[in-house]
């Protein structure tokens, strides 16, 4: 609702990203800009907004025809199709991006999974000692 206000009156405006389909771009909880005056700078490799289904859509573009302009996820298999200029909400900059939290194994998962070998192995010693010796008759 807000940003409608601000599309009449054609201001900049903020959103919140949700949704992967343009990860790692844009990560869920990213902040883009809208500038709704400079749709007609866009240029491929641009960010813009479209609207669908009453919904806010942060696509790439990828193609721009003379009545419609082509978006596509970056983290998708298919572009989104032909999408009507006056469907177009404005031109996309990101301001901000949630920190990207790589998980890696902390020190003691390595300490168990190392724990957990030695014990495979020596079982696996322990067992093979214990078989009787093979008697070979002549």
């Known amino acids: 609702l ?3 206000a601000f599309l009449r009156e054609a201001l900049p405006y903020r959103i919140r990203v949700r949704g992967q ?6 990560r869920p909880g990213a902040v883009v800009e809208v ?7 866009l240029v491929p490799g641009d960010l813009a907004v479209f609207e669908r289904g009453g919904l806010l859509v942060v696509h790439r573009v990828v193609g721009i025809g003379p009545l419609t302009v082509r978006f596509a996820g ?3 298999p298919r572009d989104d199709g032909e999408i009507a200029r006056s469907q177009i909400r404005g031109r996309a900059t990101i301001v901000s991006q ?3 939290n790589l998980r890696i194994p902390l ?8 724990r957990w070998g030695v014990a495979r192995a020596r079982t696996s010693l322990a067992t093979t000692r214990r078989r009787a010796p093979m008697v070979v008759s002549q």
């Open 74 to 76: 970056d983290n998708r």
């Open 107 to 114: 020190f003691w998962h390595l300490r168990a999974g190392l």
């Open 21 to 26: 389909s343009m990860w790692p771009a844009l």
């Open 98 to 100: 949630p920190r990207l």
């Open 35 to 41: 500038d709704p005056s400079a749709i007609a700078r």
């Open 2 to 4: 807000v940003a409608k």
